[in-house]
């Protein structure tokens, strides 16, 4: 329940409004469907289970990678709403996947809330998806094509609206904006994983329990390439870990830096709700945007006094090192205009290209006003660092010109509620 009371109104009310709308639907779909055979229950929501289980967890442990919708769709197709609705719902409610660092996570050791939308979310998406089936003329216990391919569409948007509800709401960032990023990388995987619990159906109506177990090999197929998938994650992560630490080792001025402006910078990209990839790219395009550094002299990095013109074109070229180095990497394609236009001016008179006004990625721009807030509040070589009254006057000053007008408002805005200085 504490871990309840430290989420936003909004979350809360969200949450909320969520679990009613689930508790309404099922108590609906339990009085009007029937589940007579008990084996058949037990039998699904044991392979629910293990299946949820097999949970693949993203980088951050905020998200999830389950296969699990295989067993939504084909628990449609074989039982129904309620059996759909019960078995998956279950399923999530009493799985142990094993996450690295934390062990095996379940029902006692995962905080209520996160469990109540788990289930939620759960009863919401398979109990729909079971009701889409029959008012569309599907008939439980046998395959309709056409009612199959709907729910299949149905459930996978509707999971992610509901899933990018949550992350909206409970980041503060734009959710059209998130919905969109969640539908693009889930839809392909989606229907693939769909058409297995396809399958699985049929496999099951035609050549009963055992066949199920058979077809089970395609299911744990999609899950390895998902797995693979998030290892390489989990490499690219590291890496880029790996490059920050070495740029830290070069430069003394970059020291705690980069943490610095990606806090400031992921800030500010939530007071101004970009979306939830948006802010993962800025993220790690804070911590490396001056991963290119590392091809310029440290004579010239670490010199305590001004640097000369020639010596102020060599620095200039980092951002340009930066994204020859970082876009090398697929991962990364996103994150490498970020860290090259870094330096670029609303009025056109930054580098290295010279962009001006809305030809600069907002995110560029974001990590712009973050990156310079910091060095204006940072001990330098040859001044002291800036109070932070005197860097928002610096801000306001350069609107317009070096920053973009339209984020300067936010960024102090975001400031202003911090109560001590970043």
């Given at each position: ?5 430290k989420?936003n ?11 009613v709308?689930?508790?309404s639907?099922?108590i ?10 008990i084996?058949?229950f037990?039998f699904?929501?044991l ?9 693949i967890p993203?980088?951050?442990n ?7 919708y295989?067993?939504?769709v ?7 709403p ?13 799985r142990?996947?094993k ?7 379940h029902?006692?050791?995962l ?8 289930v939620v979310?759960s009863?919401?998406?398979?109990g729909?998806?079971g009701?889409?089936y029959?008012?569309?003329?599907g008939k439980?216990?046998?395959?309709s ?7 299949m ?18 980041t ?8 969109i990023?969640?539908i ?7 229907l693939?994983?769909?058409?297995i ?8 109506l ?5 066949a199920?177990i ?6 744990m ?6 797995k693979l ?5 989990n490499?690219?992560?590291?890496t ?13 001025y ?20 970009l979306?939830f990839?948006s ?8 911590v490396l945007?001056?991963i290119g550094k ?6 010239i990095?670490?010199k305590a006094?001004?640097l000369?013109?020639?010596e102020?074109?060599i ?11 970082i876009?090398?990497?697929h ?11 870094h330096h670029?001016k609303?009025d056109?008179s930054?580098?290295?290209?010279g962009l001006k006004g809305?030809e600069?990625?907002?995110?560029a ?25 005197m860097a928002?006057?610096e801000?306001k000053?350069?609107?317009g ?6 984020l300067?408002?936010?960024?102090i ?10």
């Amino acid at each position: 329940m504490e871990d309840f009371m430290k989420l936003n109104l909004k979350t809360k009310i969200y949450l909320s409004v969520l679990t009613v709308l689930a508790a309404s639907l099922y108590i609906y779909i339990f009085t009007n469907y029937k589940m007579d055979n008990i084996f058949l229950f037990v039998f699904w929501t044991l392979l629910s289970i293990a299946v949820e289980s097999l949970l693949i967890p993203m980088p951050n442990n905020a998200v999830g990678v389950s296969v699990g919708y295989a067993i939504n769709v084909a628990t449609v197709i074989i039982g129904g709403p309620l059996l759909a609705a019960t078995t998956t719902s279950l399923g999530v409610l009493f799985r142990f996947p094993k996450i690295e660092g934390r062990g095996y996570v379940h029902l006692f050791n995962l905080p209520v809330y996160k469990t109540l939308f788990n289930v939620v979310q759960s009863v919401l998406v398979s109990g729909t998806m079971g009701l889409i089936y029959i008012a569309f003329n599907g008939k439980i216990g046998d395959f309709s094509l056409a009612p199959t391919i709907l729910i299949m569409i149905v459930g996978v948007a509707f999971n992610t609206i509901v899933l990018s509800g949550y992350l909206a709401l409970s980041t503060n960032t734009s959710f059209v904006n998130t919905w969109i990023g969640n539908i693009r990388g889930l839809f392909p995987n989606a229907l693939a994983v769909g058409t297995i619990g396809i399958i699985i159906a049929l496999a099951f109506l035609s050549y009963g329990y055992g066949a199920v177990i058979l077809f089970f090999g395609p299911l744990m197929l999609a899950r390895y390439s998902f797995k693979l998938y998030i290892e390489m994650r989990n490499l690219y992560i590291s890496t880029i870990e790996a490059l920050n630490k070495a740029v830290e080792a070069k430069d003394s001025y970059t020291s705690g830096h980069a943490n610095r402006v990606e806090e400031l910078a992921v800030n500010l990209a939530k007071e101004y709700h970009l979306s939830f990839d948006s802010i993962e790219n800025i993220r790690t395009a804070a911590v490396l945007h001056d991963i290119g550094k590392i091809g310029i002299k440290d004579e010239i990095l670490n010199k305590a006094g001004k640097l000369t013109q020639e010596e102020y074109e060599i620095i200039m070229k980092h951002p340009t090192i930066g994204a020859e180095i970082i876009g090398k990497v697929h991962f990364l394609n996103d994150v490498t205009k970020i860290v090259r236009h870094h330096h670029e001016k609303y009025d056109g008179s930054g580098y290295p290209d010279g962009l001006k006004g809305e030809e600069i990625p907002i995110e560029a721009s974001i990590l712009m006003i973050a990156d310079s807030y910091d060095a204006m509040t940072t001990d330098r070589p040859y001044r002291k660092a800036l109070t932070k009254e005197m860097a928002i006057e610096e801000l306001k000053k350069y609107k317009g010109t070096q920053f973009d007008p339209r984020l300067v408002d936010a960024f102090i805005n975001m400031i202003n509620k911090m109560n001590t200085q970043v």
